[in-house]
């Protein structure tokens, strides 16, 4: 069933969601419920499956779609955050519509995925950067790490990339999904902006798990380098 619709109504998306629970596999849920927190519902339908659904919603009417009330279904919030990625609007609208979503997130993997399809970042990447801090500053873990892995997947490039350390160095926040998308960050900067990524770690106040995060995340890198791995396991706190 093609998706493009010129109008959305309850009615027609209670049929996707039924559409949604045909396409499911059984054996993804079970992968699924390994990976993802076991209170997050997942139907089990695979990520090709709603990008191409995704695809076919934003040639209609992207909009119309966005403002129909959704469940918190894990393939709900991916569809919603896959057709918010692929939907063109004005930055003002596209500001506005991230804002709110950002707050429907609910484990590392529809933050992450959805993170890697907001192609509109690269759009107007100077306003959005000034944007990101709301995330950063922001109280639930999801949403500050919706921040971090926003800034990981458009903005570790010339420009940008000393802001976006410092960025990273200034949050205080242990807790295990924030923490962990620092200690990403850093070892893909690293990669980029070796020296750069070097000074900051070095001088970091972080605290020690985070910084032992990062250490490992670069030693199962393979864009490291044999001797940097080596030193920077002198590092761990």
């Not at 690269?122 to 709301?134: K, S, T, W």
């Not at 500053?137 to 892995?149: D, L, Y």
Request: aromatic share 12%; glycine share 4%.
């Amino acid at each position: 069933m093609n998706w493009t619709r010129d109008t959305w109504t309850d009615e027609l998306y209670g049929q996707l969601l039924e559409d949604l629970v045909s396409k499911a596999d059984e054996d993804y849920r079970l992968f699924n419920s390994k990976l993802i927190p076991t209170e997050d519902t997942s139907l089990g339908v695979r990520i090709p499956v709603l990008r191409k659904m995704a695809v076919e919603i934003a040639k209609g009417n992207g909009a119309a779609f966005l403002d129909i009330p959704k469940g918190n279904c894990h393939e709900e919030i991916l569809l919603e955050g896959f057709v918010l990625g692929r939907y063109r609007c004005g930055y003002d609208e596209f500001i506005r519509r991230t804002n709110s979503f950002c707050h429907r997130l609910t484990n590392w993997a529809n933050c992450d995925s959805v993170c890697a399809s907001l192609k509109q970042v690269e759009r107007y990447r100077e306003a959005f950067f000034q944007n990101i801090p709301l995330y950063l500053q922001a109280e639930a873990e999801i949403v500050r790490r919706f921040g971090i892995i926003l800034m990981m997947n458009y903005y570790l490039q010339d420009g940008y990339i000393d802001q976006v350390l410092e960025r990273i160095d200034a949050i205080r926040d242990d807790r295990y999904y924030v923490s962990m998308a620092q200690a990403w960050l850093f070892a893909t900067a690293w990669a980029k902006y070796r020296d750069k990524t070097c000074d900051c770690m070095r001088k970091s106040q972080l605290p020690d798990v985070t910084i032992n995060r990062a250490i490992q995340k670069m030693r199962e890198s393979n864009r490291v380098s044999k001797e940097d791995k080596e030193m920077v396991l002198r590092w761990k706190r």
